[in-house]
């Protein structure tokens, strides 16, 4: 039976590590993932999800705040691994690690590589309004996501899909993705081909100033992008000075006479604005600072029932 060591953080990674504890030809040996962290407004010290799964799994867990020159990473090598298996674990692998075991290590990546090597390949695949995402198990290198490609295989993105949804999908996908193509992994058959580098797009983590929405953008496109942050991180604009997050929208087919960021039409249940290239966008689920999220037909009949037409969002 060949020993894996298993590697992960986020909710995406569970099904993976699940479906590896119940793959026939091999042992999950050990789980590498980040320490517990504060969460929420309480700040609450949280086991990351993989931990979680781990223990439900009776699976023995190691949370190094650094696996480069720790103590955990000396007794991750004395297992003497086959195998080692990532999955956005979100920290860098040394390479005395990844060379170790004889079948080296993979990863479950979730673009369709070369495209979107990255911490934040699913936002960028959504927000750049591609049709398509994928999975990638490849040989992991030195550089980030840069190994050889052992298998692709890709889903649609529709205009309901989120981030969230996205997710899952994917994680799915991955799970499936990884059970298949471990057995050629093994024996040795798989005929891994290396990525082009001309073809290369890398999808960094976001940061707080992708959040903030351009109206100069077609509805499309931040339509496009209120999904591909949702839900987390999130996309917001400014009304009245204050944080304003946007999070249901959908461009509407007419044209626009209004500036961008302006007030279009006020309905009974959206607040349309005007967007760039005179397109429209309306926005159905919103939160205002310091409130709850809701739906644009409560806030229009509360809080923002003095919003008018030409009513400006953004700085």
Known sequence: MYKIIFMGTPEFSVPILEALA??????????????????????????????????????????????????E???????????????????????????????????????LL????????????????????GITIMYMEKEMDAGNIIAQY????????????????????????????????FDQSNDSIPQKTEEVTYAPMI???????????????IDNMVRGLRPFPGSHTILEGKRFKIW??????????????????IRKDAIVVACGEQTLLALYEIQPSGKQRMKSIN??????SHLKKGTRFGE
């Open 73 to 111: 990473m000396e007794q991750l090598l004395a297992l003497k691994p086959d195998l080692i298996v990532t999955a956005a674990y979100g920290q860098y692998v040394p390479t005395k690690l990844l060379q170790a075991p004889p079948f080296r290590a993979i990863n479950v990546h979730a673009s």
């Open 154 to 185: 890709s889903i649609p993105i529709t205009k309901q899909d989120d981030v969230g949804t996205m997710f899952e999908k994917l994680s799915l996908l991955g799970k499936d993705c990884l059970i298949d193509t471990l057995p050629s992994i």
């Open 248 to 265: 249901s929208v959908e461009p509407v087919e007419q044209k626009a006479t209004q500036q961008p960021g302006e007030i279009e039409e």
């Open 299 to 304: 806030y229009l009949t509360g809080a923002g």
């Open 207 to 221: 940061h707080a100033e992708q959040e903030k929405i351009d109206w100069t953008k077609t509805a499309v496109e």
């Open 22 to 71: 119940a793959f026939e030809q091999a042992e999950v040996v050990a789980v590498v993932t980040q320490p517990d962290r504060k969460v929420g407004r309480k700040k609450i010290v949280t086991p990351p999800p993989v931990k979680q799964a781990a223990i439900e799994l009776k699976l023995p867990v190691w949370q190094p705040e650094k696996l480069s020159g720790s103590e």
């Open 114 to 133: 070369p495209k979107y090597r990255g911490a934040a390949p699913i936002h960028s695949a959504i927000i750049n309004g591609d049709k398509k995402t």
